[in-house]
């Protein structure tokens, strides 16, 4: 019995430890619910073959997520560390795999994170890389979801000019590793600066892979996986 509760009180700390170690990574996070899937052995051993996550409402460096449900698989973390009371440290990349959620608000929430508005700045050079001086100084203002599309307005400066920015872009799923932007619509003051049924391509790089794109009802919706590094 006395084997049976210090084993419990160990996988008490990890729990204890994997929601502080959460909670450091996010700037804010509602409901949090964590399932430790390991024996008591491999918890000793600091090997823990998966943890499950849910959460609501998380904020992760600027980035609005209003659904979480992942699963992180054969973790290596520094267990005697955190029997110590250390905070805990992720010894080698963890696979991670699930689903997230963005509303229209949480994306539009979103656009003054250096992650999202650093990514628009580069996907609007690659549409309209005449513009690329003016694309540093613009200023993100909304993003809706409607019919399978992303509408998202803007305000740039053009010779000291601000000026109303408008794109209207599909987005789909051309491999796990590539997104397809099309078609492709922008305006400024009712002045067509692009209209492109081909569209453009975006790499994802290979530590993210999504298997499944959902634009609808005011929600976009990524399934896949994502290497997470130490």
Same mark, same amino acid.
């Given at each position: 019995?006395?084997?049976?509760?210090?084993?419990?009180?160990?996988?008490?700390?990890?729990? &204890?430890?994997?929601?502080?170690?959460?909670?450091?990574?996010?700037?804010?996070?509602?409901?949090?619910?964590?399932?430790?899937?390991? +024996?008591?052995?491999? !918890?000793?051993?600091?090997?823990?073959? +998966?943890?499950? !996550?849910? =959460? %609501?409402? =998380?904020?992760?460096?600027?980035?609005?997520?209003?659904?979480?449900?992942?699963? &992180?698989?054969?973790?290596?973390?520094? !267990?005697? %560390?955190? $029997?110590?009371? @250390?905070? $805990?440290?992720?010894?080698?990349?963890?696979?991670?795999?699930?689903?997230?959620?963005?509303? %229209?608000?949480?994306? %539009?929430? +979103?656009?003054?994170?250096?992650?999202?508005?650093? =990514?628009?700045?580069?996907?609007?050079?690659?549409?309209?890389?005449?513009?690329?001086?003016?694309?540093?100084?613009?200023?993100?203002?909304?993003?809706? !979801?409607?019919?399978?599309?992303?509408?998202?307005? =803007?305000?740039?400066?053009?010779?000291?000019?601000?000026?109303?920015?408008?794109?209207?872009?599909? $987005?789909?799923?051309?491999?796990?590793?590539?997104?397809?932007?099309?078609?492709?619509?922008?305006?400024?003051?009712?002045?067509?600066?692009? @209209?492109?049924?081909?569209?453009?391509?975006?790499?994802?790089?290979?530590?993210? @892979?999504?298997?499944?794109?959902?634009?609808?009802?005011?929600?976009?919706?990524?399934?896949?996986?994502?290497?997470?590094?130490?």
């Amino acid at each position: 019995m006395r084997k049976k509760n210090q084993f419990r009180l160990v996988t008490n700390v990890l729990t &204890a430890a994997i929601k502080l170690w959460l909670r450091t990574q996010v700037s804010n996070i509602e409901q949090l619910q964590i399932d430790i899937q390991s +024996s008591d052995r491999q !918890i000793i051993s600091g090997c823990i073959p +998966s943890v499950s !996550i849910v =959460a %609501s409402c =998380a904020v992760y460096q600027g980035l609005h997520l209003s659904f979480v449900d992942l699963v &992180a698989k054969n973790i290596r973390i520094n !267990i005697g %560390s955190v $029997l110590k009371g @250390e905070q $805990l440290r992720l010894l080698e990349t963890v696979p991670v795999e699930g689903e997230l959620s963005q509303l %229209s608000e949480d994306l %539009s929430a +979103s656009l003054s994170s250096t992650l999202l508005s650093t =990514a628009l700045n580069e996907v609007l050079v690659k549409l309209l890389p005449e513009h690329k001086e003016n694309s540093k100084s613009t200023s993100w203002q909304k993003v809706t !979801i409607k019919d399978g599309r992303l509408f998202i307005s =803007a305000i740039w400066e053009q010779e000291n000019n601000p000026q109303p920015l408008d794109i209207c872009i599909g $987005l789909k799923l051309l491999s796990p590793h590539e997104l397809h932007i099309a078609p492709i619509y922008i305006t400024s003051n009712t002045k067509t600066l692009l @209209e492109s049924s081909d569209g453009e391509y975006i790499d994802l790089g290979s530590d993210i @892979e999504i298997q499944d794109l959902d634009l609808r009802n005011g929600r976009i919706v990524f399934r896949g996986r994502i290497n997470v590094k130490p």
